[in-house]
């Protein structure tokens, strides 16, 4: 079965329900990504000093800006999110608009896959750095015993 035939399933089968369960999902786990931020900020905060280091500074400042990048981007999701769950009354209030409801549907899947893209690359974001700062604690560990 193509791609196609299985989107236009897809999309046949959600209720405004599934949706909004949907949307609510997505904005908590991009809360907690959002305060999972602060942390990483912290971490990296801490380790500043390690961080600059000439053997890791291109890779440090290579995540560091993506870090940068991540949160500008799970605020702009935030936003698009807030506007899909507001616009849900297209779906529930009873009045034939297909073309309407046809655009929040395609609008529910097209965030579905930049929600599952963003978990994604910010998952593999979010491993860089702990192996980094690993890295750089190992160091820091060594340099201490040696002194």
């Known amino acids: 079965m193509s791609a196609a035939i299985n989107k236009k399933r897809m999309i ?47 890779e ?14 799970v605020i702009v999701l935030m936003k698009k999110v807030q506007a899909h769950e507001n616009q849900l009354e297209i779906m529930l209030d009873q009045i034939d608009q297909l073309k309407m ?25 979010k491993s860089r750095l702990f192996k980094l700062v690993s890295k750089v604690m190992k160091k820091d560990k060594g340099n201490r015993l040696l002194n």
Request: no cysteine; charged share 30%.
């Open 12 to 58: 046949e089968w959600l209720d405004p329900n599934e949706m909004h369960e949907a949307s609510l999902k997505w904005m908590s786990e991009l809360k907690f990504i959002r305060d999972e931020q602060l942390f990483l900020n912290d971490l990296v905060k801490s380790y500043t000093l390690q961080l600059t280091d000439t053997a890791v500074f291109n």
């Open 101 to 125: 409801e046809k655009a929040y549907t395609e609008t529910h899947w097209e965030l579905n896959s930049e929600m599952a893209r963003y978990s994604v690359q910010y998952r593999e974001l």
């Open 60 to 73: 440090s400042k290579e995540i560091i800006g993506a870090i940068a990048t991540a949160e500008k981007e």
